[in-house]
């Protein structure tokens, strides 16, 4: 059985930083295995975040996080990392990673979710 799990959401202030796991179990991140984070707020649509190759070599960001997100994969661990800094009020919103099948990013289907977690940016 396919899952993937978040975790590492939590409240935290303007300007502070967080990192989101994903955990992989069911499949191995070693064969083409495109990961992504999405986002949504409350009354906004889901939008993509960011994007990690199967190699790990590629990544993309939205305009709205470059420069203050990262992603990373360690296979090993059958997790993705996504570091977010200098984090703002308008990047509160549920976050989910997925997967997809492929090598380069976007993945044309994200056929597996996770179920979600919440990130609060507040004072």
């Known amino acids: 059985q396919y899952q993937l799990v978040e975790s590492g959401g939590d409240l935290v202030q303007p300007g502070g930083s967080l990192r989101l796991s994903c955990v992989v179990s069911?499949?191995?991140?070693?064969?083409?295995?495109?990961i992504a984070w999405f986002r949504q707020a409350p009354g906004k649509e889901r939008e993509g975040v960011s994007c990690?190759?199967?190699?790990?070599?590629?990544?993309v960001y939205s305009d709205s996080v470059k420069g203050r997100f990262t992603i990373s994969r360690d296979n090993a661990k059958n997790t993705v990392y996504l570091q977010m800094n200098s984090l703002k009020p308008e990047d509160t919103a549920v976050y989910y990673c997925?997967?997809?099948?492929?090598?380069?990013?976007?993945?044309?289907?994200?056929?597996?979710w996770g179920q979600g977690t919440q990130v609060t940016v507040s004072s």
């Open positions: 997925a997967a997809g099948h492929g090598s380069d990013c976007p993945a044309q289907i994200y056929d597996y």
């Open positions: 069911g499949f191995s991140l070693d064969y083409y295995i495109v």
């Open positions: 990690v190759s199967s190699s790990g070599f590629t990544t």
